[in-house]
């Protein structure tokens, strides 16, 4: 059957750039876009998530303005990418995310445990699955419909023990469970029906609404395979360490990114680099986008609009900005990245143009500079305008319904009006010193870790 599922087995670019790999490039050049788009280590693919920039773009600043042990900030932190990235080149990281998800896959990126104790904690939890069971689960038609009931009661299970305690609570190896589970919560079925996901076959990266999928249900008559959910977590870790990931460990917390920049958790002066992606100005909404992977880490209601999870994440992530309210929020934003960061320390900012209907994309990066830039305590080294086309963007999906998201982010790189930045280097290394096997040494180690058992 072939469906608009299909998405994730289409061609990653068309016509690629000369020197580009993945069909993109910048005004300065390929690059990040001069290597493969599967470049970085394994634990970045915990867990898709919707505005995410790629782990080259960190390494390339990385390496051009910090030095190992010097420290790296990334106040809305997304998934994680900035302090994974920074850990593994064997600097120091600071990240702040409000979402939940995105907390959780932060925490789980900057200071994992290791490979031993995480699968001795999922045999210990399901070993008490199997002497307890699970009794028919209470959970909202929304959720039900996406997963077999035998693999929903061991869902439930799981995320019962987790909710015991609140998400700032949670151990190293809870918030790994909770990561690589999200990672595999929902995703597209093979063409054999196979998946390695839990859900009914629909899109990996972010959560359709409750209708649309409930129609699509009927209308292509799924069915919700039988997942034994240990099993597939157990597979999803394999991959997800398969590199190493020595280096130092990293603090996340769960603030308001502006009370972060001007309170007393980080130190005036003390970041040497500064890499985000501030949320675009009515581009995503990180609850629509995310709300079963949202109910699965304990926020109620996030599927429908008038839901009360919806309306409680819709006000603490403010997503719905107008320009000069976003402008306001912006200028804040951009002081306390000066008062944190270190007198010859670099702030680099991904900010994508938005869409305005029958007028041109809204340069917002550039705006937003020439509107504040002289307020902000800083200056403008470099206005990086990065270009990837539309369909090569995980928005493609959404066809002609991909809303407000353009084919060009800008990377502003700043710094403080009275530092003087230095280079680390002016050849940017791709190497991945962090790889541990080939293709197949996920599943050597998963059958290894089945014989010992």
């Known amino acids: 059957m072939s469906t608009q599922m299909d998405w994730f087995e289409d061609a990653f670019f068309d016509e690629p750039e000369r020197d580009s790999v993945d069909g993109g490039t910048t005004n300065l050049g390929p690059l990040w876009h001069g290597v493969s788009p599967r470049w970085g280590h394994s634990m970045h693919t915990m867990c898709s998530y919707h505005g995410m920039f790629p782990a080259k773009l960190v390494h390339y600043f990385i390496q051009q303005f910090s030095k190992p042990g010097g420290l790296v900030l990334d106040p809305f932190s997304g998934r994680g990418t900035v302090p994974l990235q920074a850990r593994v080149e064997g600097r120091r990281s600071l990240s702040n995310d409000l979402n939940p998800l995105a907390y959780v896959l932060t925490r789980a990126k900057a200071d994992p ?12 939890i399901e070993r008490h699955y199997q002497s307890h069971g699970q009794p028919e689960p209470d959970v909202p038609p929304d959720i039900r419909m996406l997963f077999h009931p035998n693999t929903l009661r061991q869902i439930t299970f799981l995320r019962d023990r987790l909710l015991r305690r609140e998400i700032v609570d949670w151990s190293p190896e809870e918030l790994m469970l909770a ?20 859900s009914i076959s629909m899109p990996n990266t972010f959560s359709m609404s409750p209708t649309y999928v409930k129609n699509f249900i009927r209308d292509n008559k799924l069915n919700a395979p039988d ?7 157990r597979d999803k870790l394999a991959r997800l360490y398969l590199d190493s990931f020595e280096g130092p460990s990293g603090q996340s917390f769960k603030e308001d990114a502006s009370s972060l920049l001007a309170g007393k958790i980080i130190k005036p002066g003390t970041v040497d680099l500064l890499i985000t992606s501030p949320p675009y100005l009515r581009v995503v909404n990180y609850g629509t986008a ?9 926020i109620e209601e996030v599927g429908r609009q008038r839901g009360a999870g919806r309306r409680s994440l819709d006000a603490a992530l403010d997503h719905q900005h107008t320009y000069n309210s976003y402008r306001t929020f912006f200028v804040r934003m951009l002081k306390g990245m000066r008062r944190v960061l270190h007198k010859d320390g670099v702030a680099v900012l991904v900010i994508g143009d938005v869409a305005n ?12 500079w020439d509107d504040v830039g002289d307020e902000s305590g800083l200056r403008l080294l470099d ?16 066809g002609d319904t991909k809303g407000r998201a353009t084919d060009r982010d800008c ?14 280097t002016d050849v940017v290394e791709w190497d991945e010193p962090y790889k541990d096997g080939g293709p197949d040494a996920a599943h050597a180690r998963l059958r290894d870790l089945r014989h010992a058992s």
């Open 383 to 398: 206005l990086i305008e990065d270009h990837l086309a539309v369909q090569n963007k995980v928005s493609r999906i959404w």
């Open 227 to 233: 997942q034994d959910v240990f099993e597939c977590v």
């Open 179 to 198: 990561g690589a589970l999200a990672g595999i919560l929902h995703g597209s079925h093979r063409r054999d029906g196979t998946s390695r996901c839990l």
């Open 113 to 124: 445990p290791s490979w031993v104790a995480m699968n001795r904690f999922v045999s210990e």
């Open 357 to 368: 209907p029958g007028e041109a994309p809204l340069p917002l990066a550039r705006q937003l």
């Open 411 to 424: 990377v502003l790189v700043l710094a403080r009006d009275d530092g003087d930045p230095v280079r680390a």
């Open 290 to 298: 995310n709300w079963i992977r949202l109910w699965w880490l304990g």
